[in-house]
């Protein structure tokens, strides 16, 4: 695997899985997101997220290079981060935690969290600066849409199991970015966590059938706000 390709798996796992976010108390779970980090180690994957952006903000082609420009340092600072001591060990680590999974050895998975998590905070807050640079690219309405339209994301990944109809993805995924915009209006120290629960609240009582409705109060009692990395 290249470096490439590994700054963008290990920066697929931190965003959009979170796996040491819940980590040690539930080393089940965790060897379960290890599992499913696997089927995220891909290009196409990463590089979605600025075409998706793109498409979603409908931004021009002056607009588009700009952010493609700050998602190339993005991917250079993130090259030099694994490149380098602390990186090196990362991946290592990340090694023995895959080795761990496959043979179901709880105690050495949360070894190897315990050492890796550090390192992880080192990545996730990198990770955390350059989104933030990306960001910046875009005017201000565009970035709160863009914020927005993540939380709906992260919404419809969180009720994946409901087997959500056409009409019930579109009206979550619409009624993200206004739900975050309300929050940051409101002053929210995390609008983000803010728009979800926001969102969560109306999409049980105005999206849900009930038989979803009561499938997601299961799934709910599984997760917290930390491991939805918002």
Same mark, same amino acid.
């Given at each position: 695997m290249s470096l490439t390709t590994l700054t963008k798996s290990l920066t697929i796992t931190l965003v959009c899985l979170g796996i040491f976010s819940c980590s040690q108390e539930d080393p089940v779970h965790t060897a379960n997101l290890a599992e499913a980090e696997a089927s995220l180690r891909s290009d196409t994957t990463f590089d979605a997220e600025k075409e998706t952006m793109i498409r979603v903000l409908e931004l021009d082609e002056t607009e588009a290079r700009r952010l493609g420009q700050a998602f190339d340092r993005r991917y250079e600072r993130l090259e030099q981060f694994l490149s380098g001591e602390k990186g090196q060990r990362l991946i290592a680590l990340e090694a023995d935690l895959r080795v761990a999974t496959t043979a179901r050895d709880l105690a050495a998975v949360k070894g190897v969290i315990d050492q890796a998590t550090p390192l992880r905070e080192a990545f996730r807050q990198l990770i955390k600066?350059?989104?933030?640079?990306?960001?910046? !690219?875009?005017?201000?309405?565009?970035? !709160?849409?863009?914020?927005?339209?993540?939380?709906g994301i992260r919404l419809l990944e969180t009720m994946m199991p409901l087997d959500l109809s056409a009409d019930q993805m579109v009206a979550i995924s619409?009624?993200?970015?206004?739900?975050?915009?309300?929050?940051q209006q409101t002053g929210e120290v995390n609008p983000k966590a803010a728009a979800f629960l926001q969102l969560e609240r109306w999409a049980e009582s105005d999206v849900l059938l009930p038989a979803q409705r009561e499938a997601y109060e299961a799934i709910k009692g599984k997760r917290g706000l930390r491991s939805l990395g918002i």
């Amino acid at each position: 695997m290249s470096l490439t390709t590994l700054t963008k798996s290990l920066t697929i796992t931190l965003v959009c899985l979170g796996i040491f976010s819940c980590s040690q108390e539930d080393p089940v779970h965790t060897a379960n997101l290890a599992e499913a980090e696997a089927s995220l180690r891909s290009d196409t994957t990463f590089d979605a997220e600025k075409e998706t952006m793109i498409r979603v903000l409908e931004l021009d082609e002056t607009e588009a290079r700009r952010l493609g420009q700050a998602f190339d340092r993005r991917y250079e600072r993130l090259e030099q981060f694994l490149s380098g001591e602390k990186g090196q060990r990362l991946i290592a680590l990340e090694a023995d935690l895959r080795v761990a999974t496959t043979a179901r050895d709880l105690a050495a998975v949360k070894g190897v969290i315990d050492q890796a998590t550090p390192l992880r905070e080192a990545f996730r807050q990198l990770i955390k600066d350059h989104n933030q640079a990306l960001l910046d !690219t875009l005017m201000p309405e565009q970035a !709160t849409h863009w914020q927005g339209y993540e939380v709906g994301i992260r919404l419809l990944e969180t009720m994946m199991p409901l087997d959500l109809s056409a009409d019930q993805m579109v009206a979550i995924s619409q009624a993200g970015p206004p739900a975050f915009f309300q929050a940051q209006q409101t002053g929210e120290v995390n609008p983000k966590a803010a728009a979800f629960l926001q969102l969560e609240r109306w999409a049980e009582s105005d999206v849900l059938l009930p038989a979803q409705r009561e499938a997601y109060e299961a799934i709910k009692g599984k997760r917290g706000l930390r491991s939805l990395g918002i």
